[in-house]
Each structure stands twice: as structure tokens, then as C-alpha cells.
């Protein structure tokens, strides 16, 4: 069936460094795709969102880019933090039914002081 | 309220017994959506609630998971005779949109479920 999936279980980076994580789809009638953080005992954090009909799209320190041609989706994190540390998960509303979100297994960042 | 509340935080219950977990969504969300996460895994869609009624229950696993909401508010999901496979950690969401406008989903902090 249709799913969302991350490339890299585990994204190891030094702070300051830039990070890039990775996130396919396959649901080519997808129209909106959101990215959640995930800190240890806590729920997902809304992060950033992005539509279908866009390509890239700012917030602070973080860019999501779409790229419809491949069915690829990235989050961006500028100048990586300690705080940033946690599992990223991107997902995608199926279909065109309800609000309902397909997550991926996710990617655990860790950044190193 | 602020944010989206569960309770409990921590539930430790014996094979066979039965659970409820309860969601407050945020205050004016009309929509709310019950996921669960096995350890290290992603999320997995249980229900969703548009006001009180429940549109799409197809993730519910089996017949022993129920889910009802009232005054468009609190939601409680109740697993019956708990199986050990029901351990994982449940959250909550909810969104101020419903129907098929897509929105953001906040999510609460979860119950931790654990069937000994």
C-alpha cells in the first residue's frame, strides 16, 4: 500500500553543523506533508508544513523542500543544536479522505557538543 | 487548556483487564485522532473524531478497542481484555479543522501502556 519511509535510521552531526533528513513518499496524490519532532517521553512537536503545491518553505533555523518529481521530501535544520537531538518524523495525509496522518518510522538525530 | 492533555501518563495493567485512557484536546478543536507507537517505531492511526462522531475507525486493531467522545470535547479510548501486544504508548491529537481540510495535528503526550 501507499507509505511514507526515511532513508537514514540515525543522523550523527557536530553542533553547528547543518542537518538533512531524508523522507520518501509514495502516494503520488499526496497534498500535504508535515514534520514532527519526537523527544524522548514526549509527543510529536509540530515542526513545519508544507503543501503540494510548493517546493520550499522556511521557519526558523528549518527548511522543508518537496520535490513532487521524485516523490522527496527533506527537513533542513540550520546550525544543529543539542536541543535539536530527537527523532524526526515526517508523515503525509492519505489520500483524499480524512484527516488521516501515514507517519514513517522516523530518524533519530544526535547532535554532539 | 494550553495543549493537549492525556491521562495517565503511565498505565501498568494485568492481562485481561480492561483500560481506559482519556484525551482533552485543545479547547475549540473539533477534530481529535487517537494513534498508538510501538517502541521504536513510528505512528500508527487508530480513530478519528470529527465533533462526536467517529468517520473513520479503521485502524481500530481488533474489536476489543473502542473509542467514544462526547460534547465534543474529552475522548476515551477503552481496550478490553488488555493482551501484551497491546503494550505501546498511545497518543492523542487533535486539530481545529475537520473534514477533508487538511491541518495541523498537535499531539498530546502520550500513555504509556504496559500489559504484564
Known amino acids: 500500500g501507499e507509505s511514507v519511509g526515511l532513508h537514514l535510521p540515525t543522523l550523527s552531526v557536530q553542533e553547528g553543523d547543518n542537518s538533512i533528513i531524508n523522507c520518501a513518499y509514495s502516494n503520488s496524490a499526496s497534498d500535504y506533508f508535515i514534520w514532527y519532532k519526537q523527544e524522548s517521553g514526549k509527543g510529536p512537536q509540530f515542526i513545519i508544513d508544507?503543501?503540494?503545491?510548493?517546493d520550499k518553505r522556511q521557519g526558523q533555523r528549518v527548511t522543508v523542500l518537496l520535490n513532487k518529481t521524485v516523490k522527496h521530501l527533506s527537513l533542513q535544520i540550520a546550525a544543529t543544536q543539542p536541543g535539536d537531538s530527537a527523532v524526526y518524523f515526517c508523515a503525509e495525509y492519505e489520500g483524499t479522505g480524512f484527516q488521516k496522518l501515514v507517519f514513517g518510522t522516523g530518524t533519530r538525530l544526535l547532535v554532539s557538543p | 487548556g494550553a495543549g493537549v492533555s492525556q491521562s495517565p501518563s503511565n498505565k501498568v495493567t494485568e492481562k485481561g483487564k480492561d483500560v481506559e485512557l482519556r484525551c482533552d484536546p485543545i479547547s475549540g478543536h473539533t477534530a481529535l485522532y487517537w494513534y498508538r507507537q510501538s517502541l521504536g517505531q513510528g505512528l500508527e492511526f487508530l480513530i478519528y473524531f470529527q465533533g462526536n462522531s467517529a468517520p473513520d475507525k479503521s485502524g481500530l486493531p481488533s474489536d476489543r478497542f473502542s473509542a467514544e467522545r462526547t460534547g465534543g470535547s474529552v475522548s476515551t479510548l477503552t481496550i478490553q481484555r488488555t493482551q501484551q501486544e497491546d503494550s505501546a504508548v498511545y497518543l492523542c491529537?487533535?486539530?481545529?479543522?475537520?473534514?477533508?481540510?487538511?491541518?495541523?495535528?498537535?499531539f498530546g503526550p502520550g500513555t504509556r501502556l504496559t500489559v504484564l
Open positions: 508544507i503543501r503540494s503545491n510548493m
Open positions: 491529537a487533535s486539530s481545529s479543522l475537520a473534514g477533508r481540510v487538511r491541518s495541523k495535528q498537535f
